[in-house]
């Protein structure tokens, strides 16, 4: 899920379609002789530990952040695992906190613009003063340019230092054409990240995506409150001079202004950018803008532990789950800890579970491959922790067979089902079809794919990357009023009167899955044409 707003934007719509769960199958759930059984005491004892006020809402780069991992570098020492950093539990994760000072104004021919309430802008380059100065600005619809689709919204223009005005999602939701990219479902050229590495990639100065509710899935208010205040971003060694300059949004009546003053319609020039024929237009103006930003640096940590394989240990398994939350805020009525008891307590608890379970199995029978466990610090301030683990200063991503991630369980009732994001994107669907399968449950479709929760989450980081990833999400699938009153609110505590038969389920599939990728050699395949399926025909010949 990339912005901690936008998501929970997204997971609220999710409530009208998901429903009320059915029930489990008889026999769901079932224990084979050859794999230890769930111990659910264990689960509860991990997720009211690290959702405990004492943990402070787990926030990266505060006291709660060292209790955590260092609570979970303990649990996978006493499973006798070992590090998976230099032999060590902890992985150095160095973020730069980046602040927008809001005291800018955009100036676009005529027009001026006031930030927040008409445009957003920030950055990630780590300079404390990016200036656009007199720099045409051009729209170029979607900003997409996807060969496997034959379009390129680039083609035949030169926006070397320009400011672009950039549609939000893509052709396929506006139309709801099938035939047109994936249709009603999101492709990754219609996420908001996509814009802005597009034009890095073409050279802009700027770009400025047009915000509208539906298309976006969220009002103008969650843009402005996650684009105004502090982000966090990993640094590379050229500090980030590579990224956009300028990542920014506008409103839709300031794009129906900025039209305007080019004696050009928005809605017409908006049905243009439908066709794969669209032509980029300038729009007869000059973009100008000071942005300024207060800069720091701090160090955060992933946990990592590791169970060596016995034939092929330079070949990974990664089990994964974001081990941070919200920390605590200061309000009128005191301090409030955001302890993320579900999301994502209950996903750290499952890793350190599920690392339990393993180990007892490896103990008998030596895993092949090597399996990783990776606890994510950021990833609600913008998966920076798989960010880092997707560098490879631990494992070189072309040696990482798969990436089975844990964000949010069902910590009540099991269910007759698993929840699949994503369609027809890797050959790790079949082996959720067929774990599932063998638990009596059978896989049910993201109800809103237009939403794009494939490439919200820690797994994106790595399938970026090339490697083949799994999601399980369960955030109020089978709890309505988890949505209404508990996702990313000072409600969501951990309750002893869970069941957690629906994490019980999940262990036990994801263990099913992990077993059978260390053993079988196979190294699972994108199905669909895209950049994530080139990376790893580059790396994996």
Same mark, same amino acid.
């Given at each position: 899920?990339?912005?901690?707003?936008?998501?929970?934007?997204?997971?609220?719509?999710?409530?009208?379609?998901?429903?009320?769960?059915?029930?489990?199958?008889?026999?769901?759930?079932?224990?084979?002789?050859?794999?230890?059984?769930?111990?659910?005491?264990?689960?509860?004892?991990?997720?009211?530990?690290?959702?405990?006020?004492?943990?402070?809402?787990?926030?990266?780069?505060?006291?709660?952040?060292?209790?955590?991992?260092?609570?979970?570098?303990?649990?996978?020492?006493?499973?006798?695992?070992?590090?998976?950093?230099?032999?060590?539990?902890?992985?150095?994760?160095?973020?730069?906190?980046?602040?927008?000072?809001?005291?800018?104004?955009?100036?676009?021919?005529?027009?001026?613009?006031?930030?927040?309430?008409?445009?957003?802008?920030?950055?990630?380059?780590?300079?404390?003063?990016?200036?656009?100065?007199?720099?045409?600005?051009?729209?170029?619809?979607?900003?997409?340019?996807?060969?496997?689709?034959?379009?390129?919204?680039?083609?035949?223009?030169?926006?070397?230092?320009?400011?672009?005005?950039?549609?939000?999602?893509?052709?396929?939701?506006?139309?709801?054409?099938?035939?047109?990219?994936?249709?009603?479902?999101?492709?990754?050229?219609?996420?908001?990240?996509?814009?802005?590495? %597009?034009?890095?990639?073409? $050279?802009? /100065?700027?770009? @400025? #995506?047009?915000? &509208?509710?539906?298309?976006?899935?969220? +009002?103008?208010?969650?843009? %402005?409150?996650?684009?105004? $205040?502090? /982000?966090?971003? @990993? #640094?590379?060694? &050229?500090?980030?001079?590579?990224?956009? +300059?300028?990542?920014?949004?506008?409103?839709?009546?300031?794009?129906?202004?900025?039209?305007?003053?080019?004696?050009?319609?928005?809605?017409?020039?908006?049905?243009?950018?439908?066709?794969?024929?669209?032509?980029?237009?300038?729009?007869?103006?000059?973009?100008?803008?000071?942005?300024?930003?207060?800069?720091?640096?701090?160090?955060?940590?992933?946990?990592?532990?590791?169970?060596?394989?016995?034939?092929?240990?330079?070949?990974?398994?990664?089990?994964?789950?974001?081990?941070?939350?919200?920390?605590?805020?200061?309000?009128?009525?005191?301090?409030?800890?955001?302890?993320?008891?579900?999301?994502?307590?209950?996903?750290?608890?499952?890793?350190?579970?599920?690392?339990?379970?393993?180990?007892?199995?490896?103990?008998?029978?030596?895993?092949?491959?090597?399996?990783?466990?990776?606890?994510?610090?950021?990833?609600?301030?913008?998966?920076?922790?798989?960010?880092?683990?997707?560098?490879?200063?631990?494992?070189?991503?072309?040696?990482?067979?798969?990436?089975?991630?844990?964000?949010?369980?069902?910590?009540?009732?099991?269910?007759?089902?698993?929840?699949?994001?994503?369609?027809?994107?890797?050959?790790?669907?079949?082996?959720?079809?067929?774990?599932?399968?063998?638990?009596?449950?059978?896989?049910?479709?993201?109800?809103?794919?237009?939403?794009?929760?494939?490439?919200?989450?820690?797994?994106?980081?790595?399938?970026?990357?090339?490697?083949?990833?799994?999601?399980?999400?369960?955030?109020?699938?089978?709890?309505?009023?988890?949505?209404?009153?508990?996702?990313?609110?000072?409600?969501?505590?951990?309750?002893?009167?869970?069941?957690?038969?629906?994490?019980?389920?999940?262990?036990?599939?994801?263990?099913?899955?992990?077993?059978?990728?260390?053993?079988?050699?196979?190294?699972?395949?994108?199905?669909?044409?895209?950049?994530?399926?080139?990376?790893?025909?580059?790396?994996?010949?």
């Amino acid at each position: 899920m990339t912005t901690t707003l936008s998501k929970v934007i997204t997971a609220t719509v999710l409530l009208t379609l998901f429903g009320c769960s059915e029930p489990a199958p008889e026999n769901n759930g079932q224990q084979t002789d050859s794999q230890p059984a769930v111990d659910l005491k264990n689960v509860h004892q991990l997720i009211e530990t690290l959702a405990s006020d004492q943990f402070l809402g787990r926030g990266p780069l505060t006291e709660g952040e060292t209790l955590t991992i260092n609570y979970l570098a303990d649990e996978y020492k006493k499973l006798g695992l070992t590090g998976a950093y230099k032999s060590e539990f902890l992985q150095p994760v160095t973020m730069a906190k980046l602040t927008p000072d809001q005291n800018m104004t955009l100036k676009i021919g005529d027009l001026s613009f006031n930030a927040g309430t008409d445009f957003t802008a920030r950055t990630q380059q780590i300079n404390e003063t990016i200036n656009v100065s007199d720099s045409e600005v051009v729209f170029v619809g979607y900003g997409i340019n996807a060969p496997e689709y034959q379009w390129n919204d680039f083609a035949d223009i030169d926006v070397t230092g320009k400011t672009i005005v950039v549609l939000v999602n893509d052709p396929g939701f506006a139309t709801q054409d099938e035939s047109l990219f994936t249709g009603n479902a999101m492709t990754y050229y219609g996420r908001w990240t996509y814009k802005y590495e %597009e034009g890095a990639r073409q $050279g802009a /100065k700027a770009v @400025l #995506i047009v915000h &509208e509710t539906a298309p976006a899935a969220y +009002p103008w208010g969650v843009v %402005e409150s996650s684009n105004t $205040g502090s /982000k966090y971003t @990993l #640094i590379d060694d &050229e500090k980030n001079a590579s990224d956009i +300059p300028v990542m920014g949004w506008i409103d839709e009546q300031a794009a129906n202004d900025i039209f305007a003053q080019a004696g050009l319609d928005y809605q017409t020039e908006k049905a243009k950018a439908l066709s794969p024929d669209f032509k980029a237009t300038p729009l007869n103006a000059k973009a100008n803008l000071t942005l300024n930003s207060e800069i720091s640096q701090a160090q955060s940590h992933n946990v990592v532990a590791q169970l060596t394989g016995s034939e092929q240990p330079d070949e990974y398994i990664v089990i994964g789950a974001h081990w941070d939350h919200f920390g605590t805020k200061q309000t009128d009525d005191g301090v409030k800890i955001y302890n993320g008891a579900v999301d994502n307590a209950s996903g750290s608890a499952a890793t350190v579970e599920i690392a339990r379970i393993l180990s007892k199995i490896h103990q008998q029978t030596p895993f092949k491959r090597s399996i990783i466990f990776a606890n994510f610090t950021a990833e609600e301030t913008g998966l920076i922790g798989s960010q880092q683990f997707a560098t490879g200063d631990i494992v070189p991503t072309k040696q990482m067979v798969a990436l089975l991630n844990i964000d949010g369980m069902n910590v009540l009732d099991g269910v007759d089902y698993i929840l699949q994001y994503g369609k027809g994107m890797s050959e790790m669907e079949n082996y959720l079809a067929d774990a599932a399968k063998a638990q009596g449950r059978h896989v049910k479709m993201d109800p809103r794919p237009q939403n794009g929760l494939f490439f919200r989450s820690d797994h994106f980081s790595l399938a970026k990357q090339g490697v083949p990833s799994l999601l399980f999400m369960s955030l109020g699938d089978t709890d309505p009023d988890y949505i209404a009153h508990k996702y990313h609110k000072e409600a969501d505590d951990y309750s002893p009167q869970w069941s957690l038969g629906g994490v019980k389920q999940d262990i036990e599939l994801i263990v099913d899955i992990a077993t059978k990728l260390a053993n079988n050699g196979d190294w699972p395949a994108w199905q669909t044409d895209s950049d994530f399926k080139k990376k790893r025909q580059q790396e994996r010949p």
